[in-house]
């Protein structure tokens, strides 16, 4: 450990190639965010009339791999795409081929995306291809009318081509499903058998109180404790050390045999273990998905050609890393705790 980090806790962030917060962390997983844009509008993350940011301000696809690369330069072993829907943006393929160079180097372990899955049956077998062995797939619902009411626009039958179009070239899925009071509650284990019948792990997030959207949090609000103990019932569920990198807690399901993830950022906070950060498509860096502070790494990138100036912005802002989220549900005000959009945070 480096001497300066135990006298003061926000010294840079960075020693060697390792980035390490103020709480002794190692940061060696990115999410970027290629765009805020997405073909579906979720009632639990978008508004349905939303107004996405000017094209001009995002990043380029070859500024996106400028900056990924340094992450990964100083580090960052997992990469994940996010959005919006990574791949709506146009020539995304271009940018994934070209950060696949860093799993052929041994530098990157893990290059992925989440995505809705509605352009999956397209982009698998080139995904494949440049690495990518592992994706998650936002599914919600398997019941076609109340997939189309909770995306507004998203087709189940897309979604599902996906899915078996991605398995059928060897990537393996994993599917995440926001837990809805009122909405899928009922349908939660029936999903569970489903993905574990495929072979795909199934992992239930809580809804996260960010941005402003047409429905009220907290009618949608369903504790995953609640949900675990209900399924406790009926399954006999044991918790296994299995990691994805990511915050969920999984557990094995004795009776289908599959992985059950929970992710769990109300009822209980993973910060403990936090080793990600976030980027978003206009390169703004954020060191916590539940906290306002962030970094401008956009300026110092197109600052200059050579990237001093960018891993100096990258060092100092991991070195104001937060020990945990502020998120709550608020009954009171019913405002989000965070003002921004999940599709503008990515992921």
Same mark, same amino acid.
């Given at each position: ?42 009632? *639990? ?125 060897? @990537? ?27 072979? @795909? ?48 807690? *999984? ?77 709550? @549900? ?18």
């Amino acid at each position: 450990m480096d001497i300066t980090r135990l006298l003061d806790p926000v010294a840079p962030a960075s020693f060697g190639s390792e980035m390490i917060d103020p709480f002794g962390r190692s940061i060696t997983y990115l999410r970027v965010s290629v765009t805020d844009r997405c073909d579906f509008r979720c009632v *639990y993350c978008m508004a349905e009339d939303m107004t996405f940011l000017p094209k001009r301000d995002l990043l380029s696809l070859e500024e996106l791999d400028r900056l990924a690369s340094c992450f990964v330069e100083k580090g960052v072993k997992r990469l994940r795409l996010t959005g919006g829907e990574p791949l709506v943006r146009k020539n995304i393929m271009h940018l994934i081929r070209s950060l696949s160079r860093h799993l052929e180097s041994g530098a990157l372990e893990e290059l992925t995306l989440t995505t809705n899955g509605s352009q999956l049956a397209r982009f698998a077998p080139e995904l494949a291809d440049c690495g990518v062995r592992r994706l998650n797939v936002s599914l919600d619902t398997l019941d076609p009318d109340k997939f189309r009411q909770i995306t507004r626009w998203g087709e189940l039958d897309k979604v599902m081509a996906g899915i078996r179009a991605a398995q059928a070239v060897g @990537i393996r899925v994993k599917l995440n499903a926001v837990a809805l009071k009122g909405f899928n509650e009922g349908e939660i284990p029936s999903m569970i058998e489903w993905a574990h019948g495929e072979g @795909i792990d199934f992992t239930l997030i809580e809804t996260m109180p960010l941005g402003e959207i047409d429905e009220d949090r907290t009618d949608q609000y369903l504790p995953l404790s609640k949900v675990r103990a209900d399924l406790a019932d009926r399954w006999t569920l044991r918790d296994i050390p299995y990691r994805t990198g990511g915050p969920a807690r *999984y557990v094995e399901v004795a009776e289908t045999g599959g992985r059950l993830g929970f992710i769990t950022p109300m009822t209980h906070n993973f910060c403990e273990s936090c080793n990600r950060v976030r980027i978003t498509c206009t390169g703004t860096l954020f060191m916590c998905l539940g906290q306002e502070d962030a970094a401008d790494l956009r300026a110092p990138l197109r600052a200059s050609e050579g990237n001093e100036l960018l891993s100096n912005a990258i060092d100092e802002a991991i070195g104001r890393k937060p020990k945990g989220h502020d998120f709550v @549900i608020d009954r009171t005000t019913r405002k989000p705790s965070v003002s921004r959009h999940m599709s503008v945070t990515g992921g």
